[in-house]
């Protein structure tokens, strides 16, 4: 299930489920937005993005949708893996031209269990 | 090639040292990050640089001072760092034009600040 500690929300999956990640963004004029998977010891990796005028994206093995009335967005991933273990991110983009940048969201810790 | 490399991996220093951390890309970026990021929090901005010139500083204290001597290299002097810098601090870099907002990162550098 999925908690909220102080710091990083946790979500602890069985390997082969789906998981969903929640990510609640804050400017509703934000355009773009991106996941990030962040593996231990490691930078983040670019997972998929979405533009503001779409409600779903599809990757290999993870959709992104976005819901712009509540300022919500989510990931999912199909049959979760074990090295699908790591913390993802949620970013939005601020900002246009050559000054924009990436607001990252609190990010949640996936856990898969075998 | 289509990694960005930090070093060095590790840097521990004390309060009185002056020491540089270094980043590089050879995918033709034109834009250059650095971000720091503390145990389970997101990355936060520091500096963007755009056509190696500085064009985002996020009111980054004077003690972290930014460097692009060329369209590759990144660069971020420390001086009189205080314990509370300690943190990984991340290099990312991205093109300038199109659609995409994506932004490669670097594995980091872990800074401690004795």
């Known amino acids: 299930g999925e908690s909220v500690g102080l710091h990083l929300p946790t979500l602890s999956v069985q390997e082969g489920d789906n998981s969903i990640i929640n990510c609640a963004y804050s400017n509703s004029a934000s355009d773009y937005f991106i996941w990030y998977k962040q593996e231990s010891g490691k930078g983040p990796q670019f997972i998929i993005d979405i533009r503001s005028n779409m409600d779903k994206r599809q990757g290999q093995r993870v959709t992104v949708l976005l819901n712009k009335t509540v300022k919500h967005l989510s990931l999912q991933i199909a049959a979760t893996q074990p090295g699908d273990s790591a913390v993802y991110f949620c970013a939005e983009k601020a900002g246009g031209g050559s000054n924009y940048k990436l607001t990252f969201g609190k990010g949640t810790l996936l856990t898969v269990n075998p | 090639d289509t990694e960005v490399t930090q070093t060095p991996k590790h840097l521990v220093m004390g309060m009185t040292n002056k020491k540089s951390l270094k980043c590089e890309q050879h995918m033709g970026h034109r834009a250059m990050y650095w971000y720091k990021q503390k145990a389970k929090k997101p990355p936060e901005l520091m500096f963007v640089?755009?056509?190696?010139?500085?064009?985002i500083n996020e009111s980054v204290p004077s003690r972290f001072s930014p460097e692009c001597p060329n369209s590759s290299l990144l660069n971020l002097h420390l001086h009189a760092l205080q314990p509370e810098d300690s943190a990984l601090y991340l290099c990312?870099?991205?093109?300038?034009?199109?659609?995409?907002?994506?932004?490669?990162f670097g594995p980091g550098t872990r800074l401690t600040v004795l």
């Open positions: 990312a870099s991205s093109v300038l034009a199109g659609v995409k907002y994506e932004q490669f």
């Open positions: 640089y755009s056509y190696e010139k500085l064009s």
